[in-house]
């Protein structure tokens, strides 16, 4: 009997289900495909970073003894899809049976029904697609924090018994502090790209060169081994201090002390049990606090592992919903980062630069005008799908569609993460030399998030009132006078219009 085992390039993990139990005889197919490189058009920094890892772990895979059958980009016959190069494969290799681990993407499971494949299941993660609908049968409200304490008791990850460690599951209020002036985040360990990693760059630049984003400098890790020592470099020098400061945004400095490690969990680099034990390694030893280490665990075993989930739960009718009628569409400068907003040209430039933005710039200055504006949540969700090296759609339609822009109506979130200019004022130094004023409400120099936060407010009214969490705004909105509430409008309306 031999095996024709398949592996995507997000699927980059020697223990994959469909590899553990490779045999002499079997061939392992990994195919570099113009059609998953072109769907959307991806950030140049981001099919380097997946090819390049790709054909490093084919190497590896071959040092290891196995038979690797790996079709290039820029092999003539290459096919151009999943499905006629798998075909081709079996026609070459003749296997009596196909092995592939279950895919990211809805989309790639519908093909790989028609391969004849056994598909398995992909127990890199701490829950299954199943044991999330088993979890979510019968509740009213699908709500994360919940789900992260069950998988906290599951896991055992800073866990004393049946109680969390700390006397409390969560650390958030901890966790909010803006930059000082006075504290520079460390320099952050980046990879001078190798001969072949050169040579996808070349490939890249001269197949997709309208493609989203700058190639130079590229310093991502396409090794496990490089890969290891981004983590171990996080580990020591941002963990203590990724707590307080993980919602802060500062001018000039992309990565602060967030890890930076989401694009290579999510290709298989580096495995989330793994990543979660050395930080809980670190708070044992008393290397880091409490707080950091909880918030950074929570958005593995509990962000992370929830969206994809409630991905597989809610898939393929999830993408559709528009629960707050949003058609406008996405702005120009969301592709070139010309704009008067700093906040929005610093996440926007961040993003062009490194195929990378931290949480909060996503959801709370790109992801905010988006909802603020009333962006179409379908061309902003295929936005944030191509532009970061981390975005695979398991994990960035949840984020984007429930998360950011409510478009789902609850299902995700309890209520919309809108914000005014205060907000990104308090966490940032964006609004120095910007010129819009975080207080000023209304006029040319206003900043408009100001007055499309209230105006999304008067939009939505209809929709959002009864929301308990938001309330408080309603409340405000009551007070206000018929004439400000027009002039808003009004404002809001011409800023818009301008887009």
Known sequence: MTTLRIVL?????????SLRDYQRGDTVLMMEVVEEATYVKHHMQKMVLIFSAMRHFADELSRQGCSVDYVRLDDPTNTGSFTSEVQRAIARHMPTRILATEPGEWRVLEMMKGWGAEVLSDDRFFATPASFAAWALG??????EFFYR??????GLLMEGDDPVGGQWNFDHDNRKALPKDVIPPNRRRFEPDAMSREVMEMVAARFPDHFGELEPFGWAVT????????????SHCLPRFGDYQDAMMQGNTFLYHSVISPYLNIGLLTPREICDRAQEAWSRGDAPLNAVEGFIRQILGWREYVRGLYWLKMPAYGASNFLEAHRPLPAFYWSGKTDMNCMAQAIGDTQRHAYAHHIQRLMVTGNFALLAGLEPTEVEQWYLLVYADAFEWVELPNTHGMALFADGGVMASKPYAASGAYIDRMSDY???CRFKPEVKLGPKACPFNYLYWDFLIRNEAKLKSNPRMAMPYRTLAKMEAERKADIVRH???FLAAL
Not at 9 to 17: F, H, K, N, Y
Not at 224 to 235: K, N, Y
């Open 9 to 17: 390039g997000d699927q980059l993990t020697r223990s994959l289900a």
């Open 139 to 144: 509740r009213k409200q699908l709500r994360m």
């Open 150 to 155: 069950d998988m906290r008791r599951l896991s």
């Open 224 to 235: 496990r081994d490089d890969a290891l020592e981004a983590l171990d470099h996080f580990i």
């Open 431 to 433: 609004c120095d030399g």
């Open 492 to 494: 809001a309306g011409n």
